[in-house]
């Protein structure tokens, strides 16, 4: 019940293209979805992050979309780059505590 | 602002030995929660501290053991340590009671265990 599931494992775009990753959870009191950016040797950063009383939420080229119902959430990357290029982490946590990550999307964007 | 930073970068440990890892919050924040990340995996939740007390924790044995400072500084600790443990070892920090409950992350302690 504190798993989350995360697709697809890897992605790869052209520049400019959409990127999509989704992911899924089990429980239902988690109310922190945060999406983190993660480049290799480094720590995870965060991108975007949504509360499950918004079903979407926008940050530049970044977009959450949250099915509170279905119990999934997406994150949308608009007009890709290169530089995105690295490692997406869905998480989901219950009042900032016990943090439950997905298993990672590596993504590459062809220039 | 300062940023979460840990030391050591790297280390290098044999089977059955002892490790101490360091991490300084962010300025502000009174919240560690410290992470494993396996090669290829997403972090996985070791534990929380705050304000000096342990605050929840993952699916880790006792071997795992931390301690966190007035100053919000955190030390994990490792003890018998096993080939498994190699791994990524990140630190993050929140401000518990905020409105958000945003985690910033340190660059992380890379273990190797031989």
């Known amino acids: 019940q504190q798993q989350v599931k995360q697709s697809p494992q890897s992605l790869i775009v052209q520049k400019g293209g959409i990127s999509i990753i989704n992911c899924a959870y089990e429980n239902t009191a988690f109310d922190y979805f945060p999406w983190y950016q993660q480049f290799p040797g480094k720590g995870p950063a965060l991108l975007i992050a949504i509360r499950p009383d918004v079903s979407e939420k926008k940050e530049g080229r970044f977009t959450i979309s949250f099915n509170k119902s279905a119990k999934q959430f997406s994150l949308h990357i608009m007009d890709s780059q290169p530089g995105d290029s690295a490692t997406y982490f869905c998480a989901a946590s219950f009042r900032g505590q016990n943090f439950v990550f997905g298993p990672g999307t590596r993504l590459s964007v062809l220039p | 602002e300062t940023g979460v930073t840990q030391s050591p970068t790297h280390l290098i440990k044999t089977r059955g030995q002892q490790v101490t890892l360091r991490c300084s919050s962010q300025s502000g924040h009174n919240t560690v929660s410290w992470y494993q990340q396996a090669l290829g995996q997403g972090p996985q939740f070791i534990f929380q501290?705050?304000?000096?007390?342990?605050?929840g924790r993952g699916n880790f044995p006792p071997r795992f053991s931390g301690l966190q400072f007035p100053n919000y500084s955190s030390e994990l600790n490792v003890n018998a340590l096993e080939l498994d443990d190699s791994a990524l070892y990140l630190c993050?920090?929140?401000?518990?009671?905020?409105?958000?409950?945003?985690?910033?992350f340190g660059p992380g302690t890379r273990l190797t265990v031989l």
């Open positions: 993050a920090s929140s401000l518990a009671g905020g409105y958000t409950d945003t985690q910033y």
């Open positions: 501290y705050y304000r000096e007390e342990e605050n």
